[in-house]
């Protein structure tokens, strides 16, 4: 029944900043955990980071702390994921995805052979001069 939608993607300089967001269609994310996503052209699908449904609980793959934020807004009807300092090989369509599992806690898992049950269409971001 949830549909997601996200936004924010474009064309950005080495070095700078895009901020995307992860919106519900026709209801909130509440009751679900979140995770952005991206796949890297001829790669396979790497998890960013993912934030649980209640008590801001924050899980980062390895490598994107340093410079990318992922939160939620008070209503839980956004998530958002700032990204900083981007790279050339930050290029890549980014996915967010809703996990029910988790519902209720302050949990949410990446990684390995965890799977979401819902996800958005992505958002393209080029990181290039």
């Known amino acids: 029944q949830l549909q997601l939608v996200e936004s924010g993607g474009g064309k950005v300089q080495p070095g700078g900043s895009l901020r995307l967001s992860c919106s519900a269609s026709g209801s909130t994310l509440e009751s679900y955990a979140i995770g952005w996503f991206r796949q890297i052209p001829g790669q396979e699908r790497e998890a960013v980071a993912c934030?649980?449904?209640?008590?801001?609980?924050?899980v980062y793959g390895e490598f994107f702390e340093e410079r990318f934020t992922i939160s939620r807004d008070s209503a839980k009807n956004t998530v958002w994921l700032q990204m900083n300092n981007l790279k050339p090989e930050d290029t890549a369509v980014y996915y967010c995805?809703?996990?029910?599992?988790?519902?209720?806690?302050?949990?949410?898992?990446?990684?390995?052979?965890?799977?979401?049950?819902?996800w958005g269409q992505g958002t393209q971001v080029t990181v290039s001069s």
């Open positions: 995805a809703a996990d029910r599992y988790w519902a209720g806690k302050a949990i949410c898992v990446i990684g390995g052979e965890y799977e979401y049950d819902v």
């Open positions: 934030i649980s449904d209640v008590g801001g609980t924050t």
